[in-house]
């Protein structure tokens, strides 16, 4: 099993998710990251405070290779997460671009 990720890639995993929100999804106040061993819990928060769980990404040992699972909106009071799965058909995937 992979370790947990090094604080390096912990920095830049939430500098690029950062980036991405500002760039994409302009109304998010923050993205909040967290980490219990191999995992990080990504949240959106909105202006009003309002938290949204986005996905949980699993580190594997790489800091361009994530595997994940998105939260479905139906299910933020259940805490079901339904499995990432690529156009490859594999539960994970290499960061595309810079």
Not at 51 to 77: D, E, K, T
């Amino acid at each position: 099993m992979p370790k947990p990720p090094p604080e390096s890639t912990k920095i830049s995993l939430r500098q690029r998710l950062t980036q991405h929100a500002h760039t994409r999804w302009p109304d998010l106040a923050a993205v909040n990251v967290r980490y219990r061993g191999v995992f990080a819990y990504v949240d959106g928060q909105l202006p009003d405070a309002t938290v949204l769980p986005l996905c949980r990404l699993r580190y594997n040992g790489s800091a361009s290779i994530w595997g994940f699972a998105i939260y479905l909106a139906l299910s933020f009071a259940h805490g079901f997460e339904w499995p990432g799965v690529m156009a490859s058909g594999v539960g994970w995937g290499r960061r595309v671009g810079g």
